[in-house]
């Protein structure tokens, strides 16, 4: 895409909405060759986009408004490619095992995911006004009650609130495991020694097995005939 002019104000709603675009487009190439994400600052980013300094904070009011778009875009497509994971499989669809696999490989194939829900917390959610936090946040408790009856629709024996909560604890497992199992040089030359071997994380391993424990833990519902789905299945 070619940059806009930085000569011409965009006025209508389709313009407005192409600036944008082409910021957020232009911050997603910059961070893919960025080791850390704080370096994205509103100064390169207008200089890469081809625009002025003040044109850019006419769309986002700070560089964390612009990571948390793009933090924002990525939950859209993460949340499209787990429910095509969960589709798949068949032999073991319907299971918490499925769902943990399925949930770990989908968040690990999306790098630029882990990397900017690792910060969300401690960086992202600062320099916010309290407007757009309060729309990220419910675009959050969206994604969180989908993603749980995508759960509930794969295992109806445990129920959606339940998968809520797992995924509400799920969030937290997600944010410390990317920096634990990404750490700085010196720190993975040092774990790379025999004796602190267990001191080791593996992103997509580890948030699938504490995953499992989770989901394992989940009550299930008692269906119609003394039973729940899961006791069903092992029966037949």
Not at 62 to 91: C, T, Y
């Amino acid at each position: 895409m070619s940059p806009p002019s930085p000569y011409l104000r965009a006025r209508s709603p389709e313009q407005k909405e192409e600036r944008r675009r082409h910021l957020l487009d232009t911050a997603k190439a910059l961070l893919l060759d960025m080791p850390d994400v704080h370096d994205l600052g509103i100064n390169e980013l207008a200089r890469r986009a081809g625009m002025t300094k003040s044109n850019v904070y006419r769309y986002f009011e700070s560089s964390e408004a612009v990571l948390l778009d793009v933090l924002v875009e990525e939950f859209v497509v993460w949340r499209a490619e787990l429910r095509k994971a969960l589709g798949r499989d068949r032999k073991r669809a319907g299971t918490v095992e499925h769902i943990a696999r399925a949930f770990a490989a989908t968040v690990a194939a999306r790098p630029l995911l882990c990397r900017l829900t690792s910060i969300f917390p401690s960086i992202l959610e600062h320099n916010i006004s309290a407007g757009r936090m309060v729309e990220f946040k419910h675009g959050l408790l969206a994604v969180r009650k989908e993603t749980a009856l995508d759960f509930h629709a794969c295992v109806p024996s445990i129920a959606a609130t339940s998968f809520e909560r797992c995924i509400h604890l799920a969030l937290p497992l997600l944010i410390g495991l990317w920096p634990l199992s990404h750490p700085a040089q010196v720190a993975a030359e040092v774990i790379e020694l025999p004796e602190l071997a267990a001191l080791r994380y593996r992103f997509q391993q580890d948030l699938e097995a504490a995953l499992l424990m989770l989901l394992r833990s989940l009550p299930s519902e008692q269906l119609a005939g003394g039973g729940s789905q899961r006791d069903l299945r092992a029966a037949s």
